[in-house]
């Protein structure tokens, strides 16, 4: 990554953007020694223009901002850095500096269920569910899927709204690791049903 700290006196802007639920958290500045202290910690440190030094994000309170990716935009002068945050981001204790909430949605947890399977299905198969599932091939996994189904459609049939939301859960995971084992994602579902769009 080839950042152009020329063009405002040595800093750079540095957005920062919760990986799980895209939300912007704040706006910082970064200089070269920043940038390379942020690389190396995995944590986000900014130049303070205020203190006129390094200021590592949470040295106080704790609220840390983990790296997870940092990408540098079009003309190589301000960056992009998705985290994970510890705790509220500024220091009015609000989630953002333009005090908004920060909670995951939907879409967000669907990612990071799809990135727990994946983690999962690399385990041990004596410490995983999706491992051991599977491990037993493609067959085992789309017939658990239509045994989910079957179970989802007996409790449709019936009034409790917990049995039947536990069995749509069970058969979304379960769908969701039959697209991975056929090597795809939710995202390529989407994908076909948008082409199918009128």
Known sequence: ???????????VPAIIQD?????????GYMNE????????????????????????????SGNYLDVVSMAIDCDNDTLLIKVKPHGPV???????CW?????????????EL?????????????ESYVAKLMSRGINK????????AVELVIEAKDNNGDLFLGEAADLLFH???????????LKDVVATLEKRKK
């Open 141 to 148: 996994v789309a017939q658990k899927v239509g045994e989910e």
């Open 1 to 11: 990554m080839k950042i152009d700290f020329t063009k405002s006196d040595g800093l």
């Open 99 to 111: 005090n908004e909430k920060n909670s995951a949605d939907t879409l967000a947890f669907i990612a």
């Open 90 to 96: 500024c220091h009015t204790g609000a989630d953002t």
């Open 33 to 60: 020694e920043a940038f390379n202290k942020t690389q190396v910690d995995k944590r986000v440190t900014f130049f303070s223009r205020s203190k006129n030094r390094l200021w590592t994000k949470g040295e106080e």
């Open 19 to 27: 990986a799980a639920t895209n939300k912007v958290l704040m706006l």
């Open 114 to 126: 799809e990135q727990t399977i994946t983690e999962r299905s690399k385990a041990s198969i004596d």
């Open 175 to 185: 769908y969701m690791m039959l697209l991975q084992a056929k090597g795809f994602a």
